[in-house]
């Protein structure tokens, strides 16, 4: 069973960056479209940004122009490189194939100041 691992998150003010990591443990990044999705606390989990494997890009409207997403398919990894952050991007961050598998534990992004 693949295993999905998320990484990088943490603390950072309004207007700040993250870059988020998603490896996995079987070789998935090439074979599926991947995702970001995100959960703030109360809240049903939602997608937030997809890359297909030939690279195209699709993005949530409340994150267009501001999040990036990326994969390294060598390195078996994709990456969210989050900027402008804004206190309502606070969440905990996932990745996973689409469709989707077995979620992982997720990386918590806190947007405050």
């Known amino acids: 069973q693949v295993q999905l691992v998320e990484s990088g998150g943490g603390f950072v003010q309004p207007g700040g960056s993250l870059r988020l990591s998603c490896t996995a443990s079987?070789?998935?990044?090439?074979?599926?479209?991947m995702g970001w999705y995100r959960q703030a606390p109360g809240k049903q989990r939602q997608w937030v940004a997809t890359i297909t494997r030939g690279g195209g890009t699709n993005y949530a409207d409340s994150v267009k122009g501001r999040f990036t997403i990326s994969r390294d398919n060598v390195k078996n990894a994709m990456y969210l490189q989050m900027s402008n952050l804004k206190p309502e991007d606070t969440a905990v961050y996932y990745c996973?194939?689409?469709?989707?598998?077995?979620w992982g534990q997720g990386t918590q992004v806190t947007v405050s100041s």
């Open positions: 079987g070789s998935i990044f090439s074979i599926f479209p």
């Open positions: 996973n194939a689409q469709p989707n598998l077995s």
